[in-house]
């Protein structure tokens, strides 16, 4: 009886262990304190989709997670910057608009901007398996002059 009380946890590690549950990281301005952070969340093992989330924070001022809906675990989200500072995210093919100024401002896009997405920051992507945030070769050329 003991012995079936121990092998269970053990049967179901593999099963548990197939879920996602990270994010990543965009710095704004190479600062900590002002930050895009993706979630992504996996309810149930045995279902290919994961819930994703946009934290949008500048600290202390303010912090808000934004619901993305649902995507793959390798949805690739890209992070575009308007001239205004304002943010337009894109997830597979939906797009939605954010800021930091106050954290509050998310919306559901139904198309791109005619004036253009703005200038890619970077994505969010796996990497070996991990989802991390890659920034854009021009965001790096720039941010070493």
């Known amino acids: 009886m003991r012995l079936r009380h121990l092998i269970l946890p053990l ?8 879920c996602v549950n990270d994010g990543a990281t965009y710095e704004i301005d190479n600062t900590r304190e002002h930050v895009l ?16 989330y946009l934290v949008v924070s ?3 001022a ?7 809906g649902t ?3 390798a949805t690739r989200v890209e992070i575009y910057q308007v001239p205004s500072g304002a943010f337009i ?3 597979g093919k939906r797009l939605y608009a954010t800021e930091t100024q106050t954290c509050e401002s998310f919306a559901k896009m139904d198309a791109e901007p ?3 997405m703005g200038k890619l920051m970077g994505t969010f992507r796996l990497k070996k398996g991990e989802m991390v ?13």
């Open 11 to 18: 049967l179901a590690a593999p099963l548990l262990s197939a």
């Open 37 to 52: 952070s993706l979630i992504r969340e996996q309810p149930y093992f045995w279902d290919n989709k994961v819930n994703l």
């Open 58 to 60: 500048r600290m202390p």
């Open 62 to 68: 303010c912090m808000r997670r934004h619901s993305m």
């Open 71 to 73: 995507g793959t675990p």
């Open 89 to 91: 995210i894109k997830a």
């Open 114 to 116: 005619v004036e253009g």
């Open 133 to 145: 945030f890659v920034k854009a070769e021009g965001d790096e050329a720039a941010a070493g002059e």
